[in-house]
């Protein structure tokens, strides 16, 4: 329940300004809003808008990083792994996975057996298992079948990363945070010491400057080029990776499945999410404009041979893909010829009255931000994270509601369903989003576009062929009725809209 406010109902300080709403800004300035410090956090475009709502929305410790000795990352990612499916349910949900595994073929049984172990281990719980073949098949029916040995079964989670994003925003409002959408910040200082930000909001067109005790600059694989900053970022090696969406009515799965792609060994995956199919992931050099990545053909053509070695029988080809997206990671260069060999972990640097964070994973941010508000605190002690409080309070009065609860908290929650008519509570179309959720956004959760409505506060764009096309009638009918948004401003966000979904999420053509 936050509305946008303008620029000139800003205080003229804050403790903290934390610049960038994607997951690393959104979890400093979750926690430094329940340490109780005045807390601002300004996003240049929508929250989530950059590499966290183009995540592979695994909240996972990642036995990618075991296999390469990342030891501390994976221990960390398992904990708050174990954390959040406590903490947020309904938010971050079980996965399980499957790993089949093939006669003469990597990786075999029991190097995975191992990796798995001490993946459990790091749980503090046995999870994994073996299944021999014909109950791998009866688990996923298309599983290519020669010769299937059998299935590794182990636990991970999942989440909608926008939804993450913005319950972590949305909740530091209630506890006193005050968050701006589409208001770009350059950073200021005074005698050699960052002392605040001009801000600009791309809406009202307004500028205002704001003086902060501490400056986070939480901007991802924009870091370098955050203007005004005095310390220079790491360099960052932006490394793309693409996803391909499919109806679950041409790729059934139950399960994730996870397999090594033949033709470079690394690991892909495919799972079903929020009424869709997503299957991924690439990870290449991006040296294109960071604000609109797109999926390249030779991205498309290399996940659909992962899917035709791994699913033969489906024959899944270009024409079936649904929607598209691509991500870019804000990695630390280490000079690694191969992208997959660069590190995950995040770099903090800093300079007076400043802090400047990147790398790390949508899982970890919790981790993160609490280095960031320490690194803070040593020259703003009010700025001490506090750690003892579960972050989420997700109490869910009845299993029906638990998704509802998860992904707005219980106060918006239990709003939400004493505001909306009961009518609305129908889900749309095969995807697990209601017509409530929608107009509560609208209501309630700064939209500004019609692209912040479909593919951030909902992922309709993304689940639905056609980006949800066939819906903006009703879609654009709440728009008018909770934006006030008349005639000529419907006409130009939908052409808006679909310019986006076709520049950045189409299916590339066959
Ligand atoms: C393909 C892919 C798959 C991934 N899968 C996973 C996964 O499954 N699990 C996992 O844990 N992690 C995953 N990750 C990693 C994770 O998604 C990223 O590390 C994380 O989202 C980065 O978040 P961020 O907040 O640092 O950056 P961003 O989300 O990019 O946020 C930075 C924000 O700063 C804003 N900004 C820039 N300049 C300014 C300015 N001047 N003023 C105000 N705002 C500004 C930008 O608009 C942007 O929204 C994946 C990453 C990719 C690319």
Excluded at 202 to 213: K, L, Y
Excluded at 263 to 284: N, S
């Amino acid at each position: 329940m936050t509305a946008r406010i303008e620029l000139s109902a800003l205080d003229p300080g804050y403790d903290l300004i934390v610049v960038g709403g994607g997951i690393t800004g959104a979890g400093v300035f979750r926690e430094a809003a329940r340490s109780g410090a005045r807390v601002l956090l300004v996003e240049a475009r929508d929250y989530a808008s950059g590499t966290s709502s183009r995540s592979s929305k695994l909240v996972h410790g990642g036995l990618r990083y075991l296999k390469n000795g990342q030891w501390r990352l994976t221990l960390e990612s398992v904990r708050e792994r174990e954390r959040l499916l406590d903490e947020a349910p309904g938010l971050v949900e079980p996965q399980t996975f499957l790993m089949p595994i093939y006669a003469g073929r990597k990786p075999g049984r029991w190097l995975m057996q191992f990796g798995l172990r001490v993946y459990d281990w790091m749980a503090g719980a046995r999870r994994s298992r073996w299944l021999d073949a014909p109950a791998a098949r009866a688990a996923e029916a298309n599983l290519a079948d020669d010769g299937l040995l059998g299935a590794m079964v182990y636990e991970d989670a999942r989440t909608d990363d926008a939804r993450l994003v913005l319950r972590l925003i949305f909740d530091a409002c209630a506890d006193g945070g005050t968050a701006l959408n589409y208001v770009a910040a350059t950073l200021r200082s005074e005698n050699g010491r960052v002392c605040g930000v001009r801000l600009r909001d791309a809406v009202s067109g307004c500028e205002r400057d704001i003086e902060a005790g501490m400056v986070v600059n939480a901007t991802g694989a924009w870091a370098a080029a955050l203007p005004g900053a005095p310390a220079a970022a790491p360099k960052l090696r932006p490394l793309r990776g693409s996803h391909l969406l499919f109806s679950p009515r041409r790729f059934a799965l139950r399960h994730a499945v996870s397999w090594l792609h033949p033709q470079d060994q690394r690991p892909v995956f495919a799972y079903p999410w929020e009424g869709a199919v997503i299957c991924g992931t690439t990870d290449l050099d991006h040296r294109e404009a960071l604000d609109t990545p797109r999926m390249t053909p030779a991205e498309r053509d290399y996940l659909l041979a992962g899917l035709a070695a791994q699913f033969p029988s489906l024959k899944l080809g270009a024409g079936d893909v649904i929607s598209t997206y691509a991500g870019v990671r804000p990695v630390v260069d280490g000079g690694k010829d191969d992208p997959s060999a660069e590190s995950r972990e995040s770099a903090l640097w800093r300079a007076p009255g400043l802090i400047g964070i990147t790398g790390g994973k949508l899982t970890t941010f919790r981790v993160t931000a609490h280095e960031v508000l320490r690194a803070a605190a040593t020259e703003r002690p009010r700025l001490a994270p506090e750690s003892a409080r579960p972050l989420f309070a997700s109490a869910t009065p009845v299993a029906s509601q638990r998704r509802l609860y998860g992904r707005l908290g219980a106060a918006a929650a239990g709003a939400l369903l004493q505001q909306v008519p009961g009518e609305d509570l129908r889900t749309i179309g095969e995807t697990p989003w209601t017509w409530a959720e929608l107009r509560w956004a609208a209501r309630h959760e700064q939209v500004v576009h019609l692209d912040d409505l479909l593919l951030r506060r909902t992922r309709l764009g993304l689940v639905i062929e056609e980006g949800a096309r066939a819906l903006l009638p009703q879609v654009l009918a709440i728009c008018r009725e909770e934006l006030g948004w008349d005639a000529q401003r419907c006409a130009s966000e939908e052409q808006r809209y679909l310019a986006c979904w076709r520049a950045q999420h189409a299916p590339l053509a066959a």
